[in-house]
């Protein structure tokens, strides 16, 4: 259970994922943490695991009622403690069989140019994930794509002719070691 001591504030940091799931989370723009107990926890543990599991099935679990678990499951998604419920498809199976990571940086640094590269890769469905970064770098993009030359069809279009991008550096994933959006309750 979160303890509420005065003067200290408890932070929830939202994972960044991607546009296209209507989610928006920021880790600079942190919100204060809601208060989540040890049942909470337990149920946000096993969702993880998997989400498509039983009200029912879950309160045999963590030994509480069908409805209590519906109960805390409905606030848990109106307080946005919860993003989505999703599910993870293999771009192999459907395809895409190169993922890119890309280091891109921008001439300029200002909030308009932040912005409309932003909106601009929001709305590629080949960017799977993109994150505005500190250091070397101004953005992060995970790149799906069917093979190399849609690849260079997707630099040239967003990047390369892209007058705000002064470079871009593409790693090509050979092995995807660990995936995943879990995040540790």
């Known amino acids: 259970m979160t303890q509420n001591i005065p003067g200290a504030l408890n932070f929830l ?4 994922q991607p546009d296209a799931l209507n989610i928006q989370g920021n880790p600079l723009n942190a919100e204060i943490m809601h208060d989540i107990d040890e049942f909470d926890k337990q149920l946000l543990k096993q969702l993880q695991k998997n989400n498509r599991i039983t ?3 879950l309160g045999k679990m963590i030994n509480l009622s069908t409805s209590a678990v519906q109960r805390r499951l409905k606030r848990l998604r109106e307080e946005k403690i919860i993003e989505a419920d999703i599910s ?14 890309v280091d891109v940086t921008l001439h300029l640094g200002n909030s308009k ?7 601009l890769v929001s709305g590629s469905t080949e960017v799977m994930q993109c994150y505005y970064v500190t250091g070397t770098y101004d953005f992060v993009i995970i790149v799906n794509t069917k093979d190399m030359k849609h690849y260079e069809e997707f630099s040239k279009k967003y990047l390369m002719d892209n007058a705000d991008v002064k ?3 593409t790693h090509v994933v050979m092995d995807k070691v660990k995936i995943g959006f879990s995040v540790n309750v």
Request: hydrophobic share 45%.
């Open 13 to 16: 940091i939202n994972l960044q």
């Open 55 to 57: 009200a029912e099935e």
């Open 88 to 101: 993870i498809i293999s771009p192999a199976v459907v395809g895409q069989h190169i993922t890119c990571v």
């Open 113 to 119: 140019v932040i912005e409309n590269f932003k909106k």
């Open 167 to 169: 470079q871009f550096y």
